[in-house]
């Protein structure tokens, strides 16, 4: 069992930079192949933002924030950070961290991930 906590959302401009923190139980990223960061907006489905192997350190990116946004993991802390650069509107969301047994090619679908934190608010002001 993984368990997963999310902080650092808040309430930024436009143009602003936050950095999330997913902190997973020790030593449970050992037992994740991926660990990937969702977004949901209330009435649309949760969209695949970024993901991280932490054991070889891939990293894949959404079209959306590619250039603004990187993933990185501290094994050492059991901790995988988003941190989140010019910052938009569009990019108002619940922030969800989510580990995989498996890495799979699907890796941008909810569906392939076992274990999910219970989210962090992010908005975005102009």
């Known amino acids: 069992q993984v368990q997963l906590v999310e902080s650092g959302g808040d309430s930024v401009q436009a143009g602003g930079s936050l950095t999330l923190s997913c902190a997973a139980s020790?030593?449970?990223?050992?037992?994740?192949?991926?660990v990937a960061w969702f977004r949901q907006v209330q009435g649309k489905e949760r969209e695949g933002v970024a993901v991280i192997y932490p054991t070889y350190g891939n990293t894949y990116y959404a079209d959306s924030v590619k250039g603004r946004f990187t993933i990185a993991a501290d094994n050492a802390r059991d901790t995988v950070f988003l941190q989140m650069n010019n910052l938009t509107p569009e990019d108002t969301a619940m922030y969800y961290c989510?580990?995989?047994?498996?890495?799979?090619?699907?890796?941008?679908?909810?569906?392939?991930?076992?274990?999910w934190g219970q989210g962090t608010q992010v908005t975005v002001s102009h």
């Open positions: 989510a580990a995989g047994r498996v890495c799979v090619s699907s890796r941008m679908q909810s569906r392939v991930y076992n274990f």
């Open positions: 020790v030593q449970s990223l050992n037992a994740a192949c991926m």
